[in-house]
């Protein structure tokens, strides 16, 4: 079945490179690309290439993306826990109810969870504060025609110039745009309704925002996640791998190596960590703010 499913998305795949491909060839499309080329024209005084704070944050967001889509998928699929792990009920969080028992692999995810946030506020902060939001949030409808005629040129595999030195095409800022501003923020929301933090005395908020809706949106934003991460590294690699690991790692504008070795090294931690991250790793960092049973 595997075998079949595998076949079933490289012919479809194949037919439509073939029905893109047919559909660059219409004079009135060729005219499309031509007043649309895909990328659009950033605001004055944008800044010009990837400082180096992005890189650390590109690859701290990476890291704990993994860790959580891990645990997150261990936490759906997971009939009998390994451990569990509960709040001690002292120091500066003290409730009047017993704190609640979860599963240790649910507080990895929550664990992460909240280091991934912490992570984004960082970038959201630096974004703002050195103009690098230009390049990834939209500041003309015109970068809607682009990106679909970025998305035509894709996958008709007459792909556009690549530069995001300087400029994203329109797809791209989309991309990111959706995954900064959209995607993320209602991961946490979502996980936050989901998570034993939420108050559940709060009749009214709970009305308002029933966990039934978060679990419906929380797990097809997960699969967005997984999907941006694929379709991510696979373009990377055939754009112009040397060059895009430069500007994502090294902060250089150049085809040297030092983006590579850089990748493969925060490659081996993640891998690293993945192995890790099971409960003999977590229970005595998990001790340090609850007790840790079976």
């Known amino acids: 079945m595997a075998f079949l499913g595998l076949a079933g998305l490289l012919a479809a795949a194949a037919l439509a490179v073939l029905f893109a491909r047919w559909l660059v060839s219409l004079d009135s499309v060729q005219d499309f690309l031509t007043r649309y080329p895909g990328e659009t ?133 989309l991309a990111y745009f959706v995954t900064i501003f959209i995607a993320a923020p209602l991961a946490a929301l979502t996980g936050i309704r989901m998570s034993g933090a939420w108050p559940k005395n709060a009749t009214r908020l709970n009305r308002i925002y029933p966990v039934e809706w978060a679990r419906a949106v929380h797990f097809p934003v997960m699969l967005y996640f997984v999907l941006f991460v694929i379709s991510h590294v696979a373009l990377v690699f055939a754009t112009g791998a040397l060059r895009n690991l430069n500007h994502m790692y090294a902060s250089q504008d150049s085809s040297g190596w030092a983006g590579f070795w850089i990748f493969f090294v925060s490659l081996v931690v993640m891998v690293g960590a993945v192995i890790a991250a099971r409960p003999l790793v977590f229970a005595p960092i998990a001790q340090l703010t609850g007790k840790v049973g079976r």
């Open 41 to 173: 024209h950033l605001p004055e005084g944008a800044p010009v290439g990837l400082p180096v704070w992005l890189g650390w944050q590109h690859f701290f967001n990476a890291f704990f993306l993994v860790l959580i889509i891990r645990t997150g998928w261990q936490v759906r699929t997971q009939k009998r826990p390994p451990a569990t792990w509960v709040r001690n009920n002292t120091g500066l969080i003290k409730t009047k109810n017993a704190p609640q028992k979860i599963s240790l692999t649910l507080w990895a995810h929550l664990t992460f969870d909240a280091l991934w946030i912490l992570n984004g506020l960082v970038f959201v902060i630096l974004l703002f504060a050195t103009g690098q939001w230009m390049r990834v949030v939209p500041t003309s409808w015109e970068v809607f025609p682009n990106a679909v005629s970025a998305a035509l040129q894709y996958l008709s595999l007459d792909w556009p110039l690549e530069n995001g030195w300087v400029n994203y095409n329109s797809l791209q800022m």
